[in-house]
């Protein structure tokens, strides 16, 4: 090229190279159009247009089938382990508790308000753990590898009080002293010394609290008529005789540790259990390299998208030397891929967890249903991406994207007047209040009355021991009832509303014309346009032409 332009006057040479810079911007230019406006089609034009299959599209459905399935699995599995933990704890209050009537009193199971009471209470909890296997209905042993039954005491070490006299002399310093009975102790003589001892001699004066732990393990077999392999569980029991408050009343706590073990020897016969677990593995198995699949083809296409983003930062500042404002740019990120990137990290990892505990060599049920559950919720939501191509159902898609904004702000401002009246709350009504009792209940019973809970119960709760304490919470709960219900409640309605509005003038009038817009706006679709194929699950997703002024808005 530099040989024919040689014998040109420098003038010509210039303008012939002048030329072919353009045609060549041109050239890219329209290239970089027609990759702009692929790349904002929905699945089925893109389909239309290159015959390119929509992979992404077909494996989330898929993913969302398979994702939820194996959710159900786990969900039902979860559920008898969870119930045979529930039903424990309930039989070890009724056989540990002397006079448990099977409802808790508050947040503690029941009280005693006598010496003999005390007494009585402590030596049936070792009675009973001596009766344990002829009298306990359940799959239920001694943990003979701990400390057995263990008994502790906590007091002041020295504690002198004369209510009448008003006089008090106290060392708050503490001591703690324990004493142990081994399961195979207690029907000996050294268990009837230790019970006759004088530590069992309790000074309720300067008694702070008792406190009696115990381990004891047992078997699930219920899960075997589920064809599950049965699980081993090891239950660290603890009763509190809790004397803090030195009031004449004794709060008795019960506490029940469970953790699940794997049985380290068992034999079934007679079952297809094995075979189950193994089906239930190899579908996890599937699971993972769908997720695994979908997170390849999501990753690529953030990649793609950056790239695309660049091409057309660098282009609009060559010809049109300027900067791409931050809006255009963020349309080249979508926030959906970024979505089901985090679903199927969850997923994988959920997934591995859950085929460890399905083979019993795990036993982190917690994190696993947390990875699980939210991994679905994640998948369920990403759904809205493919309603949004279509103009009916995107509304609220981009009703929530115009608001958010806007609700956050708003909800900073209310969080303030929310947090000062949860403080005045607190401090003033919670000694006469027990839904104010402490912050995290207040707050509760606050957010209750906002959506109107429990109003007149809110009302008629507070003691009336004080009537300038009383006249206040008048005031108190008219004036927050009053102002965020018929205020800020209707104040954040009108912005979702207000977004609402602006978004249904949008599609009848159009959207704001970005420079991204205005640069596809002359590159027509004749082009993709070819002729339609007789694949009836393609032609339903086809999107009309008036919709597509909303491409760019998803």
Known sequence: MEISLKYLPGGRAAASGSMMAQSDLDLEEMTLKEDLKFYFMNPCEKYRARRQIPWKLALQILKILMVTTQLIFFGLSNQLVVSFKEENTVAFKHLFLKGYSGVDEDDYSCSIYTQQDAYDSIFYVINQYRQLKSISLGTLGYDHEGAGLKICKQ??????????????????????????????????????????????????????????????????????????????????????????????????????????????????????????????????????????????????????????????????????????????????????????????????????????????????????????????????????????????????????????????????????????YTFCGWIVLGPYHEKFEDLNTVAECLFSLVNGDDMFATFAQIQQKSTLVWLFSRLYLYSFISLFIYMILSLFIALITDSYDTIKKYQQSGFPVTDLHTFLKDHGSADYRKEQTSMSFICCCRRQQSDDNLILIN
């Open 155 to 420: 007091q002041y070490k020295k504690h002198t009080m004369l209510p009448s006299n008003d006089t008090l002399n106290i060392d708050v310093s503490t001591e703690t002293e324990c004493i142990f009975f081994k399961p195979q102790e207690l029907a000996g003589k050294k268990a009837e010394l230790k019970l006759n001892s004088s530590f069992f001699n309790l000074e309720f004066y300067r008694l702070i609290q008792v406190e009696i732990s115990f381990k004891l393990k047992g078997i699930a077999l219920q899960t075997i008529h589920a064809r599950e392999l049965p699980d081993c569980y090891a239950f660290q029991n603890t009763i509190t005789f809790n004397n803090r408050a030195h009031s004449g009343k004794i709060k008795i706590y019960f506490d029940s540790d469970t953790d699940i073990q794997e049985c380290k020897d068992w034999h079934i016969f007679g079952s297809v259990l094995q075979k189950n677990t193994q089906y239930i593995l190899v579908f996890d198995g599937f699971v993972i390299l769908s997720c695994f699949a979908s997170l390849i083809l999501c990753t690529r296409s953030i990649v793609l998208a950056l790239r695309l983003q660049k091409r057309f930062v660098n282009f609009f500042r060559q010809k049109y030397k300027r900067r791409v404002c931050d809006s255009d740019r963020l349309e080249f990120i979508n926030g959906w891929y970024i979505l089901v990137i985090i679903s199927d990290v969850m997923t994988i990892i959920g997934s591995v967890l859950k085929m460890e505990i399905k083979a019993k060599n795990l036993t982190s049920y917690d994190v696993c249903s947390i990875l699980l559950g939210t991994s679905t919720l994640f998948v369920w939501v990403g759904v809205i991406r493919y309603l949004g191509y279509f103009q009916t159902y995107n509304v609220l898609i981009l009703t929530m994207q115009a608001s958010l904004p806007k609700v956050l702000r708003f909800c900073c401002c209310a969080g303030m007047i929310y947090l000062g």
